[in-house]
């Protein structure tokens, strides 16, 4: 006798995964911050597409550009500074990552002092995200893997989230 079962459908779509707790490991955290800039280039290049509201792309890429500001500080302040002295005189990929954090700063100030009617706005967004994905790359295939043994990155990761969360709530204050 044949049984049929018929799947049950799970309701695990309908389960949002909240993250609570940050990810202590200083290069966990980092990756996820990189996550979450992807996912809003790709978002925003959906809007782009869709020639989306001028409003609704300004509050998107500022939103872009804020998190890449306070990720590229937090490096800049912890995470490379932690880098240099653990890689000692090898350290010409964190030269060239700074470099790049100042031509990514440098188009994110362009961006904040122009409109989403500027014809090239869309275009500087598509660029910064093409820059930052480079950037992310080197970061993630080059310097990452060199000192993830040498660092303490539970420590480092406590120092990256805190500073970040000071940044974010003065952002948030500023509003
Ligand atoms: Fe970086
Ligand atoms: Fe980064």
Known sequence: MPTSHT?????????????KAPPADAIKLLRADHAEV?????????????????SEREALALDICAKLTVHAQIEEEIFYP???DVLQDQDDLLD????????AKDLIAQLQ???????MYD?????????????????????????????????????LQARKDALLARL???H
């Not at 799947?7 to 993250?19: G, I, M, N, Q, V």
């Not at 002092?113 to 014809?119: A, E, I, K, T, V």
Request: hydrophobic residues 30%.
């Open 7 to 19: 799947a049950t459908r799970s309701h695990a779509a309908t389960a949002t995964r909240t993250r």
């Open 38 to 54: 992807k996912k809003l280039f790709a978002e925003y290049d959906k809007l782009a597409k869709a020639e989306a509201d001028a």
């Open 82 to 84: 932690a880098c240099r």
């Open 96 to 103: 060239e990552a700074t470099v790049e954090h100042a031509s």
């Open 113 to 119: 002092s122009s409109s989403p009617d500027d014809d």
């Open 123 to 159: 275009a500087k967004v598509k660029v910064l995200g093409e820059y930052i994905d480079h950037h992310v790359k080197e970061e993630q295939n080059e310097l990452f893997p060199k000192v993830r043994p040498k660092l303490d990155r539970k420590e480092l990761g406590e120092q």
């Open 172 to 174: 948030d204050g500023a």
